[in-house]
């Protein structure tokens, strides 16, 4: 593909940038696009689309998970499905788990919105960013309040999902480039956290479970495609992938009945059968899974990577007393307005990750100092070292990230043909794990073992168990009456006679 100068597309782009504000109904009479907004995408960057087989123009979509704290960017590949490009740690999200309601009450949304290059902010007061466009027609539907709610920089949130100033100037140049590509808007879709059959059994008892099965529904519309799923709202409820069974335009109303609609048969199929997968491994890991701790009085949250740089300290006074001081200063990536998620108490809340059986992590909140304490460190050697996490688990936005991620990258297979490009049809190949969290299957899993039965190791094989037992000293194998052969430098040896 030949590409055009960079001056030529710096015009272009800002072309686009102002007559989006002018289909926006602002006000475009003087407006100047800064610099920030313009900038290209990093060689890096670059380099790994590339690697990915990911046209820089092509479309773009993003899922955020609030408990996780992560934000990922999605693009489509050479075979027109979207492919998982890079997760951005969240420096900061406020509120809790569950829908924003209301004006004031400090939630960050979650469901399905569409931005249009209209809600695109390059004059933000948060270095950039993108309106979510809260509320949309299911929010509005159940009478809910609340407007101006972003993703933009800054790190710091009050209803927003707030990323360092370089993440937000990444994703809002990833986002440009598929606008001049044309497409109309992406997609955002915000959920509570990754859609697991852990995560749910683990939030079984939250009041929110009706509203968030419904989210699931259109995660799992997309985990099945890696497809972007159509979303229509009607009987104050989204419903994914609509189509006319007549091929007659179809009217919803976010209030009224729906209409008469199907779901593509390989669609409908496929999404059935993860969700009874997914239910049945619920009610299998719901007796044996704690739900999910309280988070009362903590108000959001921050990916633990940028907790650690805010580090709490112990120091000893000249009485020998251990006093804490939780750090407050911020490196200069996170902005000057970092607001880290606290407890009641005033500590630092901080995300532990719980694993699932298959790779993906939940975190719940509690509380931890970022490095270890004075008191570990006096006592330390009375405890265990932490197993240390792999290197290919580095986040985008994290120290070393880049260079980590594009080298734990797979090689993509083929892709695979389908038969009627113009209709969604189910993906038959798994989709290659490209960072963390990894990649769900691309298909229905028909007969396949539960995840829990992966988690049991296998039977020692006899020989082992045989060659364990040869190295003890058995009652069977010693001549009676004999004494135990006992190294000369032993206990026993030494002091034996005294007991």
Known sequence: MRRRPYWVRTLLASAALVGAFA???????????????????????????????????????????????????????????????????????????????????RQAPEGFYNITPGLMNPNSAYYLSFNLGYPNAYDKAHDRT????????????????????????????????????????????AY????????????????????????????????????????????????????????????????????????????????AEKTQRDEQDTQ???????????????????????????????????DGRVRVTSGTASPASMGNNVNPPRTADGSLAVAETTSDTTGSASRRATVASAEPSLTDRLFGMFKSSPTPQPADTQLAGTPGAKSKQQAAAPARPAPTQTSAPASRQQQPKAEPAVASPPEPQLRAWPGAQPPAAAANPPAAPAEAQAASRSTGNSGGAMMSGAQPALSSSSFDSRFGSMR
């Open 23 to 105: 289909l926006a109904g602002c006000e475009t009479d003087g407006v100047s696009i800064p610099s920030k907004a313009l900038k290209e995408l990093s060689p890096e960057t670059v380099a790994l689309l590339e690697q990915k087989r990911m046209p820089k123009e092509s479309q773009m979509l993003a899922r955020i998970f609030k408990e996780e704290a992560e934000l990922e960017i999605w693009k489509q590949d050479d075979t027109g499905r979207f492919a998982l490009l890079k997760t951005y740690p969240i420096c900061r999200w406020s509120g809790d788990l569950g829908p924003k309601v209301k004006e004031g009450d």
């Open 146 to 189: 609340g407007a101006q709610l972003m993703v933009h920089g800054d790190c710091s949130s009050r209803g927003c999902y707030a990323m360092t100033d370089d993440q937000i100037a990444e994703i809002y140049a990833l986002a440009r480039e598929s606008f001049f590509g044309g497409q109309k808007s992406f997609q955002v879709q």
């Open 192 to 271: 509570p956290f990754r859609m697991n059959a852990l995560n749910m059994a683990r939030h079984r008892n939250s009041p929110h479970t009706a509203f968030w099965k419904m989210l699931k529904q259109g995660y799992d519309h997309f985990e099945v495609t890696r497809l972007e799923p159509k979303v229509d709202v009607c009987e104050k409820r989204y419903v994914f992938d609509a189509a006319s069974p007549d091929g007659k335009p179809l009217r919803f109303d976010p209030r009224g009945r729906c209409p008469a609609y199907e779901v593509p048969k390989d669609i409908a199929a496929a999404v």
């Open 284 to 318: 299998s890991l719901a007796w044996r899974t704690p739900t999910a701790p309280s988070r009362a009085g903590i108000d959001g949250g921050m990916h633990p990577s940028f907790l650690a740089k805010l580090k709490t300290r112990e120091q000893m006074d000249s």
